[in-house]
């Protein structure tokens, strides 16, 4: 047990820290213009102002985005009801490390390439999905 929350965990917040220190900075612009956060299950979440601007930008139309140990989301409403499939990004964070960014861009573009659909057919996102809708 303390192996596990002396050793383990904060590698894995270290491991995963190149993609939360993304989180963090979007995620102070949204505090700037009138957003909000809040930690959750190990992750600090962000909501509103400029987050939310940003994800509604998004070719996807996401209700929420994770960056490492953080969480991007349009409202603490969307935040709660995406949160279960946004930890499986945060678990997916602590196995990629600094590698999950280009593994997940470099699946989109081979899919699309391929004529899949880069979002809901990326291997993320349907360990993610298949796991929480
Ligand atoms: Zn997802």
Redesign the pocket.
Request: net charge neutral.
């Given at each position: 047990m303390s192996l596990q929350r002396f050793v383990v965990m904060p590698l894995a917040y270290l491991w995963a820290s190149p993609a939360s220190l993304i989180g963090v900075c979007v995620g102070t612009l949204g505090l700037l213009t009138g957003g909000g956060y809040q930690f959750r299950r190990g992750a600090l979440e962000f909501h509103g102002g400029a987050v939310a601007w940003s994800l509604s930008r998004l070719w996807i139309r996401a209700r929420a985005m994770t960056l490492g140990h953080t969480i991007l989301g349009l409202s603490p409403h969307d935040l709660d009801d995406t949160r279960d499939?946004?930890h499986i990004?945060v678990g997916q964070y602590c196995r990629w490390g600094p590698f999950f960014i280009p593994a997940y861009l470099l699946c989109s573009v081979v899919l699309w390439c391929r004529g899949r659909n880069p979002y809901l057919d990326n291997p993320?996102?349907v360990e993610?999905?298949d796991l929480y809708p």
């Amino acid at each position: 047990m303390s192996l596990q929350r002396f050793v383990v965990m904060p590698l894995a917040y270290l491991w995963a820290s190149p993609a939360s220190l993304i989180g963090v900075c979007v995620g102070t612009l949204g505090l700037l213009t009138g957003g909000g956060y809040q930690f959750r299950r190990g992750a600090l979440e962000f909501h509103g102002g400029a987050v939310a601007w940003s994800l509604s930008r998004l070719w996807i139309r996401a209700r929420a985005m994770t960056l490492g140990h953080t969480i991007l989301g349009l409202s603490p409403h969307d935040l709660d009801d995406t949160r279960d499939h946004e930890h499986i990004h945060v678990g997916q964070y602590c196995r990629w490390g600094p590698f999950f960014i280009p593994a997940y861009l470099l699946c989109s573009v081979v899919l699309w390439c391929r004529g899949r659909n880069p979002y809901l057919d990326n291997p993320f996102e349907v360990e993610a999905y298949d796991l929480y809708p």
